[in-house]
């Protein structure tokens, strides 16, 4: 069976920095990409960033610049480096597994990243 385990969020001021880090286990085939959607209440998830296998990574347009993603493929692990946060990040964020590069197949439970002073 396929699990996600997220970890890293929490409670940061704005300008501050967190990471997340989100390891995929049980998956009997190479996962082409993963990522990171975030969710606000009553709002649809929204991707934040994706790294492929080959490490090209993609970012929504509010992260650009202030968030990193990146990969340990031997660890089927995701890292989201989050930094100059501001208080409209604060969501819920999900990581996720795509294995065909045709959609999420994996989803993780989700971890809160609170951004307040």
């Known amino acids: 069976q396929v699990q996600l385990v997220e970890s890293g969020g929490g409670l940061v001021q704005p300008g501050g920095s967190l990471r997340l880090s989100c390891t995929i286990s049980?998956?009997?085939?190479?996962?082409?990409?993963m990522g990171w959607y975030c969710q606000t209440p009553g709002n649809q998830r929204d991707v934040v960033a994706e790294?492929?296998?080959?490490?090209?990574?993609k970012y929504k347009d509010s992260v650009k610049g202030r968030f990193t993603i990146s990969r340990d493929n031997d660890k089927n692990t995701v890292y989201l480096q989050m930094s100059s946060v501001k208080p409209e990040d604060t969501a819920v964020y999900y990581c996720?597994?795509?294995?065909?590069?045709?959609?999420?197949?994996?989803w993780g439970q989700g971890t809160q990243v609170t951004v307040s002073s």
């Open positions: 996720y597994g795509d294995i065909t590069g045709y959609g999420v197949d994996y």
């Open positions: 049980g998956s009997k085939l190479s996962i082409y990409a």
């Open positions: 790294i492929t296998r080959d490490g090209v990574a």
